[in-house]
């Protein structure tokens, strides 16, 4: 790994779904520890590309580099291996398992495992994961009892148990309350400057963040890229997304907020 070689970097990948193109040679590099929010209208390709980037689609053309190598081909557990882990906008949690146990599952990694993580301690690190979004009460039961906030809590749960180095929310604030929005705001803000959660990194993770609440978006993240019809048409700061025409156009003006 040379040191001059980007964190992530995304060259020109493109998906198609059939005359559909979702993904449209997409080019971006995201820095070690950076904040990135990934905006734009429904059906703007957000999700395909970072379906893409974890490798549980296949990419068309274009490639995908992570701390130097190329995983435009890698099996989404390798990537899992080299520290991206991701949240979906569907959860899908084992729901007859307690909820310590769907964490648990995560911390089986062999990402996890390398760094000497035994199972006498999966426990204790589940456990913190859960503690980290807040639904450490519940660990014991199982996950069908959670609501819709708690389950994407369980989602970024079993995400950070896995250590990423680049961690991709989709939605997170999806379903939440203002309340809940807030809490998850505030985990989010904590797991980025390295916190608790730290331990094997001494900073937090790189995020992409997808979110369609603007507000709060922009007071997590430090630069917004932005997808119209599969293509990045802006890429900036927070202050330049909200004043960018175009964007304002294509996402604030089609009631995106
Ligand atoms: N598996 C699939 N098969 C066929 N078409 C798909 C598939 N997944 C996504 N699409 C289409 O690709 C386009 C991009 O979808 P995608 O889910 O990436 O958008 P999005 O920006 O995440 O939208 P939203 O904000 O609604 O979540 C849409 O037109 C969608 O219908
Ligand atoms: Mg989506």
Do not use: Y
Not at 115 to 129: F, L, P, Q, S, Y
């Amino acid at each position: 790994m040379s040191h001059a070689s980007p964190f992530l970097e995304v060259e020109r990948l493109t998906k198609h779904f059939g005359g559909l193109t979702a993904v449209n040679s997409v080019t971006f590099q995201v820095a070690r520890g950076q904040m990135v929010g990934l905006i734009g209208p429904n059906g703007a390709g957000k999700t395909t590309l970072l379906r893409l980037i974890t490798r549980i689609l296949k990419a068309d053309s274009g490639k995908v580099r992570f701390k130097g190598r190329d995983i435009t081909r890698a099996k989404p557990w390798d990537v899992v291996n080299m520290g991206i882990a991701g949240t979906f906008q569907v959860t899908r949690p084992f729901r007859r398992l307690p909820i310590i146990a769907n964490v648990m599952v995560a911390c089986l990694s062999p990402r996890a495992m390398k760094k000497g993580e035994w199972v006498k301690t999966i426990d204790a690190r589940a456990m913190d994961a859960l503690e980290f979004v807040g639904i450490s009460d519940l660990a014991r039961e199982p996950a069908s009892c959670l609501s819709h906030g708690d389950l994407r809590r369980l989602e970024i749960a079993r995400a950070i148990a896995t250590d990423p180095e680049l961690l991709l929310l989709d939605e997170p604030f999806s379903g939440l309350n203002p309340a809940e929005t807030e809490l998850l705001a505030k985990s989010i803000r904590r797991l980025h400057k390295g916190g608790r959660f730290g331990r094997l990194h001494s900073e937090g993770p790189a995020m992409i963040i997808i979110e369609h609440k603007l507000a709060e978006l922009m007071k997590i993240v430090d630069r917004v890229i932005v997808l119209d019809f599969g293509e990045l048409i802006a890429d900036g700061s927070p202050d330049e997304i909200v004043k960018n025409e175009r964007v304002i156009e294509a996402c604030i003006g089609k009631g995106v907020t």
